[in-house]
């Protein structure tokens, strides 16, 4: 767990990519993620869904022809979202995600996209730092057991 959030700070800039919505496609195909903020693009106040934590949200762009869906780790409206540039880490939307989002976002409405994208708006810099830091407390906690409270055998 350290390792990978060490190799992915390293990978992270120091700030997002501004891309613009239609750039992205180019961007995407020599990566396999960026993290990146977003200068426009179209809500799809339409389709916009929350569970207990999350939001997911659509984001066109002008042509329609690529749909990013959005997580959030709160609560948003489609209110809040107008005129925002959502940042975080944009990937190519797996099959996994694909059906775990589909409980909340209705794909139907986009059969005829040519592209899917995934943007984790929480995720960047500031995530893979605290998963360092997680890792290196439960090592710690770990050692701590190891030697402090000996095994019972």
Request: charged share 25%.
């Amino acid at each position: 767990m350290f390792i990978t959030f060490y190799n992915e700070l390293r990978e992270i800039p120091a700030t997002p990519k501004q891309l613009s919505i239609e750039e992205i496609p180019l961007a995407i195909s020599k990566k396999d993620h960026l993290w990146v903020s977003i200068r426009d693009g179209k809500w799809d106040c339409n389709n916009i869904a929350h569970n207990e934590t999350d939001t997911f949200a659509v984001l066109l762009n002008k042509d329609e022809t690529l749909v990013i869906v959005a997580n959030f780790d709160k609560k948003v409206t489609c209110e809040e979202l107008t005129g925002t540039q959502p940042t975080g880490r944009l990937d190519e939307f797996v099959d996994r995600e694909v059906l775990y989002t589909s409980k909340y976002i209705n794909f139907s409405n986009y059969e005829h996209m040519i592209s899917f994208l995934s943007l984790c708006a929480y995720c960047g810099r500031e995530n893979s730092q605290l998963g360092i830091i997680m890792g290196i407390f439960f090592a710690l906690l770990g050692l701590f057991y190891y030697k402090v409270i000996p095994l019972s055998r």
